[in-house]
């Protein structure tokens, strides 16, 4: 759609198709409102200030992210400390009770001599 | 600048209110189409911003508009600057890394939750049978041995449904 512009005269407005979600397009609306824009300006303004703030916001994100990420390791690791000795556990009873069995088969085996 | 409604979606449809939560995001998925009159200009500031970022056209410009409309004011957004150049670099690389250990967490809870009930029902059994044949005393006692169905179906919602139960 953009690549479109190179073949247009110069100056000359190009229009563009923008899928928003519902949220957002509810601030964008919200933002209309408030500054008492047209469309077409304030998608112009908001759009400037989005690549103006790109890396600013991206940092923002990143951080909320790493937040919410190290919230989730911490959930993870302590769910995987129950679940790890729950298999080990198992592991060691299975063990534990094959080899008593083994035990009191062999007592109870007669004697070879 | 000419201004353009042209293909705006403002019919309103009478929805049913969500009821959980899929539905709710589902339902801010949906998208608005807009079309939007920008001068040339802009337009081809654009679309070097775009490319230098590599973002597609379809990705980007949403994600430019939900940076714009960000309600930050300009001292929070210095502030911001300012945390960005000295902690960018260290916080890209401690994500990496706690990406990386969440995401071996998660694989190795989903790998044993795939088993969870037979592990649990083996390892009670296991635990019944060396008691009452007195093999092992005591018995270790352990926090899921009163594990009722709610606290499998939690470790079955997060780790193998993704809480889309």
């Known amino acids: ?113 | 600048m000419k201004a353009s409604i042209r293909g705006l979606h403002r019919k309103k449809v009478a929805q049913p209110k969500s009821t959980d939560l899929i539905t709710a995001v589902e339902k801010n998925r949906e998208e608005r189409h807009l079309k939007i009159t920008i001068q040339t200009d802009l337009a081809e500031k654009l679309r070097k911003f775009l490319k230098e970022k590599a973002l597609s056209e379809r990705w980007g410009v949403p994600l430019l508009i939900e940076y714009g409309l960000s309600d930050e004011t300009e001292k929070d957004l210095d502030e911001l600057k300012s945390d960005m150049q000295s902690q960018m670099r260290e916080l890209w690389r401690k994500y990496a890394l706690m990406k990386f250990k969440a995401y071996g967490l998660f694989t190795e809870n989903t790998r044993i939750t795939m088993k969870l009930n037979m592990l649990l029902s083996e390892n009670w059994s296991l635990k019944k049978r060396l008691k009452d044949e007195r093999l092992l005393d005591p018995v270790p006692s352990n926090e899921w041995d009163g594990w009722s169905n709610t606290v499998t179906e939690n470790y079955y919602r997060k780790y193998v449904c993704n809480n889309r139960l």
């Not at chain 1, 790493?66 to 198992?90: F, G, I, P």
């Open chain 1, 1 to 113: 759609m953009l690549g479109r512009i190179f073949g247009k005269k110069k100056c000359a407005p190009v229009t563009i198709d923008v899928c928003l979600d519902r949220a957002a397009n509810d601030r964008f609306r919200a933002f209309i409102e408030k500054n008492g824009l047209d469309e077409n300006t304030a998608f112009a303004q908001v759009l400037e200030r989005g690549m103006a703030n790109y890396w600013v916001q991206v940092f923002k994100q990143l951080r909320q992210n790493y937040s919410l990420l190290e919230r989730a390791s911490k959930e993870y690791s302590k769910d995987n400390e129950v679940l790890s000795e729950l298999e080990q556990q198992t592991d060691r009873l299975r063990s534990f009770l094959e080899m008593k069995l083994h035990e009191k088969t062999l007592s109870t085996r007669p004697s070879m001599k």
